[in-house]
């Protein structure tokens, strides 16, 4: 198992940006996908975007395509979540995760370690 830890997550206006990081400790996150996804109070958690376990290949959900980018450090164990352009219906919880393969996933089940969250808030 991976512990996942996010940070980097606050108070922003509409327009600004902010860069999401995901430490792992534990077991290698070399070589395994990773994910964001977010939770805003009320819905249901969402999939944001997905990255390959060699950081090849990025998959991104159609609200956040093109304003951000998820990025991998593997020397460093730590994934990224750049969001440029925010908007306030990107308020919610992000978190990040991994998966047991080397596929990027959409899918929540397909998910196997999590971490606690950090809040992002957009004010309009």
């Known amino acids: 198992q991976v512990q996942l830890v996010e940070s980097g997550g606050g108070l922003v206006q509409a327009g600004d940006s902010l860069r999401l990081s995901c430490a792992a400790s534990?077991?290698?996150?070399?070589?395994?996908?990773m994910g964001w996804f977010r939770q805003a109070p009320g819905k249901e958690r969402e999939f944001v975007a997905a990255?390959?376990?060699?950081?090849?290949?990025?998959y991104y959900a159609d609200s956040v395509k093109g304003r951000f980018t998820i990025s991998r450090d593997n020397a460093k164990n730590t994934m990224y979540l750049q969001m440029n352009s925010l908007k306030p219906e990107d308020t919610a919880v992000y978190y990040c995760?991994?998966?047991?393969?080397?596929?990027?996933?959409?899918?929540?089940?397909?998910?196997?370690?999590w971490g606690q969250g950090t809040q992002v808030t957009v004010s309009s």
């Open positions: 534990g077991r290698t996150f070399s070589g395994y996908s």
């Open positions: 995760a991994r998966t047991l393969g080397v596929v990027v996933r959409s899918t929540e089940s397909q998910y196997a370690d």
């Open positions: 990255i390959s376990g060699s950081g090849g290949y990025t």
